[in-house]
């Protein structure tokens, strides 16, 4: 297993930004929108680890829910897989619940697909193909 990155998520983007770059050396790479899924986010390389700042567009998004009921921190952590298809269909002949049927298209243009935190000790995982 590969940690591809960790979501985290924030109320101020810039200033998230800021903290990232300035107290962590971080470097920002990417930026990116997504009307449908209500959220902006930002994307962050130190060494080898990249953090992807979530900020939510709307208060009735999941993003925006998260942050209603938990505060800022951490969303998700996301699992590189070689084959989408067939990680879903494992991660289902494991009996975990998937939040999405079919890989769908993330903000860092691959396919990925959510585990539900239920299945995996009470954290959002995300598949996202490499």
Do not use: C, W
């Not at 962590?24 to 990249?50: C, P, V």
């Not at 585990?115 to 996202?128: A, F, K, M």
Request: aromatic share 4%.
């Amino acid at each position: 297993m590969k940690i591809h990155h960790v979501g985290v998520a924030v109320d101020d983007l810039d200033a998230a930004i800021r903290l990232y770059t300035t107290a962590f050396g971080a470097e920002l790479t990417h930026r990116a929108s997504n009307e449908k899924d209500g959220l902006k986010a930002a994307f962050l390389r130190a060494g080898e680890a990249e953090v992807e700042l979530l900020q939510p567009l709307r208060d009735d998004t999941p993003v925006g829910k998260f942050l209603a009921k938990r505060g800022p921190g951490l969303h998700h952590i996301a699992v590189a897989v070689p084959d989408i298809e067939k990680a879903i269909a494992d991660a289902r002949a494991d009996g975990l619940e998937m939040i999405d049927q079919e890989p769908r298209i993330g903000l860092h243009g691959t396919r990925i697909a959510f585990i539900h935190p239920r299945s995996v000790g009470g954290v959002l995982t995300e598949l996202v193909e490499t």
